[in-house]
């Protein structure tokens, strides 16, 4: 960087936070939102802005905004899976606990969530946390990508279910709705907070 000037500091700042709240698409539409909050000349911002692409915090091009922290990152478009995760996990516990069995149509929408929550969730959670931003076998487009990790997901939850259900069977409180409810939301928050941090730390380490 050109100086370490405290005002330089400050819109280096502003930049990163503007990045990630705003999310201009352009570097033009950056040095705007910068003047609106600052009176500074454009060529100081375009400076800035310069350094800041030289460290690989500024990638207008593919929209990645250099998040400083974890909470920060949890609370960019990178980290969505995660809170999509938690909700579906922490809904499909809520209908299994609240909703009876002969209460329709809702209980419909438990056997939906059930069996997503059974034959997806912990697979892909599992998935996630080892192989965060990859797949674990290079493909040729993202599209495959997408595809490769939900079929391992789907394979990885039809051995790991089983298994859990073998331990609840040894467990005092057997093989229960609410006991294999539990353990699968369990699971499900443990790993999936794993991968989100891992996910943080592999691509901060890379900008």
């Known amino acids: 960087m050109r100086n370490n000037q405290p005002e330089t500091m400050k819109v280096r700042g502003l930049i990163l936070q503007l990045l990630e709240e705003e999310r201009p698409k352009t570097i ?40 400083r922290s974890l909470f920060s990152y949890l609370r960019t478009n990178r980290a969505y899976w995660y809170w999509i995760t938690i909700i579906l996990a922490a809904t499909t516990a809520i209908f299994v606990f609240t909703v009876p069995e002969d209460a329709y149509p809702l209980v419909y929408v438990r056997y939906i969530l059930g069996s997503f929550f059974v034959l997806w969730m912990p697979g892909y959670t599992f998935v ?5 931003t990859d797949v674990p076998i290079r493909t040729s487009s993202p599209e495959f990508d997408t595809v490769e990790r939900v079929a391992l997901s789907i394979g990885m939850s039809l051995a790991l279910v089983p298994l859990m259900g073998l331990l609840l069977n ?38």
């Open 28 to 67: 033009r539409q950056l040095v705007k939102l910068v003047r609106e909050k600052v009176p500074l000349q454009e060529e100081k911002i375009l400076d800035i802005i310069l350094d800041l692409q030289k460290e690989g915090k500024v990638r207008l091009k593919e929209n990645v905004i250099a998040a």
């Open 128 to 132: 996630k946390a080892l192989y965060p």
């Open 170 to 207: 040894y467990a005092p409180w057997g093989i229960q709705p609410t006991s294999v409810t539990a353990s699968l939301l369990t699971f499900a928050l443990i790993f999936a907070t794993a991968a989100v941090i891992r996910e943080f730390q592999i691509k901060t380490s890379l900008s």
